[in-house]
């Protein structure tokens, strides 16, 4: 087996781990129905974005 001729620096070693996390989706509350929703997006729950209908509630 190789091995490493280097010892890796932890800045080396942790740059290289710095997209190995992940995170959780933002979300908010709706102010026209309080559910939770995605920033930026329309509500699924009833159909809202920025205090106008922009789609039929789902049933």
């Known amino acids: 087996m190789p091995t490493p001729k280097k010892k890796t ?34 509500c699924p729950s009833c159909g809202y974005y920025r205090s106008r209908e922009v789609l039929a509630p789902r049933d």
Do not use: E, I
């Open 9 to 42: 620096s932890r800045s080396k070693r942790d740059m290289r781990r710095a997209h190995d996390f992940l995170t959780a989706p933002t979300t908010r509350n709706c102010p026209n129905c309080g559910s939770l929703m995605r920033p930026h997006h329309v």
